[in-house]
């Protein structure tokens, strides 16, 4: 899996399709990403010490990794492609 924590990616699939946003966390076991406001669900949370008021929190949740693609360029949100190198195997 080539895409990291920190990169800037785009979504090519999905409800979220077109957004250009940051990846929170990478999971290369189940062949994920969880990328910053994509895929966000309402959770409940019942009051604890960390939350005492409880409530709903919304919660990015993993998307698979070929639904994301690099992205290249902030300003102009291209996303990178890869080349064919002259006298390479195919």
Not at 20 to 27: D, G, M, Q, R, S
Not at 53 to 78: F, M, Q, R, T, Y
Not at 81 to 89: H, I, L, P
């Amino acid at each position: 899996m080539k895409i990291k924590k920190g990169d800037k990616v785009k979504v090519i699939a999905g409800d979220d399709k077109g957004v250009v946003a940051e990846v929170l966390a990478a999971l290369p076991r189940s062949n994920r990403v969880i990328v910053e406001g994509v895929n966000v669900a309402k959770r409940h949370s019942k009051p604890s010490n960390a939350n005492p008021d409880g409530g709903i929190i919304n919660k990015e949740l993993p998307i698979n990794v070929s639904n994301v693609k690099l992205a290249e360029d902030k300003k102009a949100k291209k996303t990178t492609k890869k080349k064919a190198v002259k006298g390479a195997k195919k």
